[in-house]
């Protein structure tokens, strides 16, 4: 095991007790050059964390010095796969730690949080009520849906903490008998607000409900302790969380886990199938929660990957990052704020408390143009669009839920409402440097226009050639 040894690995990239707060944590891509438009080339500043954020040196790292070793998990008697085996187990024990679990939580990997939020959907006891605010990413508003025999009820856009957590009492006061279940995201992806997740949880136990956490979006920002909180379930992404290797994390309570029928049917979450004398089969699953619901061969590069993201937040100490990140999204809000044609989005309002995620408008512009004038212009990554939040992003804009989110929209005339937004976003690898390329490239795009045409191409804006 010394080989693999996160250590011995990554020693010369992992911060000491002593460093700076200020240091961002080296991430892969930091010194990639792209080309501009307009001639020349710069570093690449990558500000779409909240998509995929790029792959932590030490993730990277840890990964390389596992490769060699890397076998089948939970089927092979070789060496190898024993030691795959206990490296992924341990990977489990590792998230358990890091998400603060329970005794009797339990971990299972997954391919995103997409996927685990249909993983818990497929687990609902019949009858099941959900709840969950129109405001949710689509990964946490639409699973439930599907679910059979379950009755979601849509809660209306709440403008501030308080109002979501009365909303949610007011609804689980008048829901029927029978197992509930609330769905809430720990920060927008789109606003990066956080929610009052600790309140929500005790508004949903109060009511006899439980409830799972959508921590797309916090868990990179911000610590995440499933016990603290009080909720039932957490869920999470690797590529959001440094860790972009294909695989995510559903954690918490058992017992509806436990019930189900297996998520996806398959090796590994069988204990026995035999042939019955009638020609059927007769199957036993798994009663280990994991195991039933991990049918297949695991992704043990993925899970050891989160691991390796984890251990290396925690080192580097995660309240020093956020520490960081706060003062870098205060120099962001005030350099927009001194920027009078850009609007940014807010559900909360001004003083609520944000994670590095930030979308805005610009009068008089399309997101999308500005956005492709960032990029080919400047080397800036951001996104534009609705950001797989459309009911929320429709609410922000005040755009009819009907009209296009089309990236290649004609500008706005000034006045107009726009019909799409810019995020940007950032976390624990992105340099000061970032920011201040960002607020002056916004800066002269506002007061100069872009220097190139664009033209829309397949719905996006593109440079024209
Ligand atoms: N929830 C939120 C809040 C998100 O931001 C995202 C990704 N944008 C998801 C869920 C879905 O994550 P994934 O695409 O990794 O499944």
Not at 318 to 341: H, K, S, T
Not at 426 to 432: C, I, K, L, R
Not at 444 to 464: H, M
């Amino acid at each position: 095991m010394t080989v693999i040894s996160p250590a011995t690995a990554t020693a010369a990239v992992t911060p000491s007790a002593e460093a700076d707060v200020c240091t961002p944590l080296p991430v892969l891509g930091r010194d990639v050059r792209v080309p501009l438009v307009t001639g020349g080339e710069v570093t690449y500043a990558a500000l779409d964390y909240a998509a995929s954020a790029p792959a932590l040196q030490r993730v990277w790292d840890d990964v390389a010095a596992y490769a060699p070793y890397y076998g089948s998990v939970h089927r092979g008697a070789g060496y190898l796969s024993q030691l795959s085996t206990d490296l992924f187990e341990q990977s489990r024990a590792t998230v358990a730690e890091f998400l603060g679990c329970r005794p009797d939580d339990e971990v299972i990997f997954t391919r995103s949080t997409t996927d685990s939020l249909n993983l818990l959907a497929s687990v609902l006891p019949a009858g099941t009520q959900v709840y969950v605010f129109d405001t949710e990413h689509h990964a946490s508003l639409l699973p439930w849906q599907r679910a059979e025999g379950a009755q979601v009820t849509w809660l209306a856009a709440p403008r501030t903490p308080e109002q979501a957590v009365a909303a949610l009492d007011v609804a689980l006061h008048g829901a029927p008998k029978g197992p509930k279940l609330v769905c809430v995201t720990g920060a927008s992806n789109v606003t990066g607000e956080v929610w009052p997740v600790r309140k929500l949880a005790a508004a949903a136990h109060r009511h006899g409900a439980r409830i799972v956490l959508d921590a797309a979006q916090l868990a990179p920002h911000h610590p995440v302790d499933i016990a603290a909180l009080d909720v039932d379930w957490v869920a999470f992404s690797g590529h959001k969380l440094y860790a972009p290797f294909g695989a995510g994390v559903l954690a918490g309570r058992p017992d509806w886990l436990r019930e189900a029928e297996p998520y996806l049917a398959g090796g590994g979450a069988t204990r026995k199938v035999a042939r019955r004398a009638d020609g059927t089969l007769d199957v036993e699953w798994h009663t280990s929660v994991a195991a039933r619901h991990e049918a297949g061969s695991p992704n043990v590069i993925g899970a050891y990957a989160i691991a390796a993201a984890c251990r290396a937040l925690t080192e580097a100490g995660f309240d020093r990052l956020v520490a960081r990140e706060r003062q870098l999204l205060g120099r962001l809000r005030e350099g927009l704020a001194g920027i009078p044609e850009v609007r940014v989005l807010s559900l909360f309002g001004e003083h609520s408390e944000r994670v590095g995620v930030l979308s805005f408008v610009v009068q008089g512009w399309n997101s999308s143009h500005f956005a492709a004038a960032l990029s080919a212009e400047y080397g800036i990554g951001v996104r534009d669009g609705l950001f797989c939040a459309h009911p929320l992003v429709r609410t922000l804009l005040d755009a009819e839920p009907d009209e296009p989110g089309a990236c290649g929209a004609p500008d706005a005339a000034p006045g107009e409402r726009a019909l799409n937004a810019i995020r940007v976003s950032f976390g624990a690898g992105t340099p000061d440097e970032h920011i201040t390329r960002f607020l002056a490239a916004v800066t002269t795009l506002v007061r100069t226009g872009a220097q190139w045409t664009y033209r829309t191409e397949n719905g996006r804006c593109v440079p024209a050639r």
